[in-house]
T-cell receptor
Framework: DADVTQTPRNRITKTGKRIMLECSQTKGHDRMYWYRQDPGLGLRLIYY???????NKGEISDGYSVSRQAQAKFSLSLESAIPNQTALYFC??????????????FGPGTRLTVT | RKEVEQDPGPFNVPEGATVAFNCTYSNSASQSFFWYRQDCRKEPKLLMSVYSSGNEDGRFTAQLNRASQYISLLIRDSKLSDSATYLC??????????FGAGTRLTVKP
């Protein structure tokens, strides 16, 4: 079984709808992240959380909100979806490695299309 | 200027070739560095961390030049299975990972 899972894997929704993307992990990591990936732009950080009581905005948090329901679960919400939120969304976890760095492990991604 | 810049490619090379990718970063406070590999429509996966002294993992060699704010990845004896997009990643303060847009590699028979 995958260590980081995302649901749904694909979603098409209409402008103005509320949508939630969910992420679960079995790696036991405290840190969780949400990114979006657009062609030619690389991954950009939306929100991150270092534990259940900790939520931090990333580079592009406007139009998004998150909830860290448990150590293993981190969900991303679009309160009122708009077409330029069409993208590939990745959840990631990280932990401190033996080499002294934080390495990230990604879920399989959710492809979201807003029409 | 982007915080992490990579040549987007594509690099098209024959099997067995040696290919090198470069990456520059703008934040001199960056603390750790990585190369990730991403296959089409899949998630990024860690290929290797990049250490100050340079490091090697089989056919892959990564180097870091802090003075020039430059990271490189060298792939020797390219295989068909090396075809992917390679992402340069810079971690500014253990909170903030910045990703390059990626360099696409196609290895041909």
């Amino acid at each position: 079984d995958a260590d980081v899972t995302q649901t749904p894997r694909n979603r098409i929704t209409k402008t103005g709808k509320r949508i939630m993307l969910e992420c679960s992990q079995t790696k036991g990591h405290d840190r969780m992240y949400w990114y979006r990936q657009d062609p030619g732009l690389g991954l950009r950080l939306i929100y991150y959380s270092f534990d259940v009581k900790d939520i931090n905005k990333g580079e592009i948090s406007d139009g998004y909100s998150v909830s860290r329901q448990a150590q293993a679960k981190f969900s991303l919400s679009l309160e009122s979806a708009i077409p330029n939120q069409t993208a590939l969304y990745f959840c990631a976890t990280s932990d401190f490695s033996v080499m002294g760095t934080y390495e990230q492990y990604f879920g399989p991604g959710t492809r979201l299309t807003v029409t | 200027r982007k915080e992490v810049e990579q040549d987007p490619g594509p690099f098209n090379v024959p099997e067995g070739a040696t290919v090198a990718f470069n990456c520059t970063y703008s934040n001199s406070a960056s603390q750790s560095f990585f190369w990730y590999r991403q296959d089409c429509r899949k998630e990024p996966k860690l290929l290797m961390s990049v250490y100050s002294s340079g490091n090697e993992d089989g056919r892959f060699t990564a180097q870091l030049n802090r003075a020039s704010q430059y990271i490189s990845l060298l792939i020797r004896d390219s295989k068909l299975s090396d075809s992917a997009t390679y992402l340069c990643v810079v971690n500014v303060n253990n909170n903030d990972m910045r990703f390059g847009a990626g360099t696409r590699l196609t290895v041909k028979p």
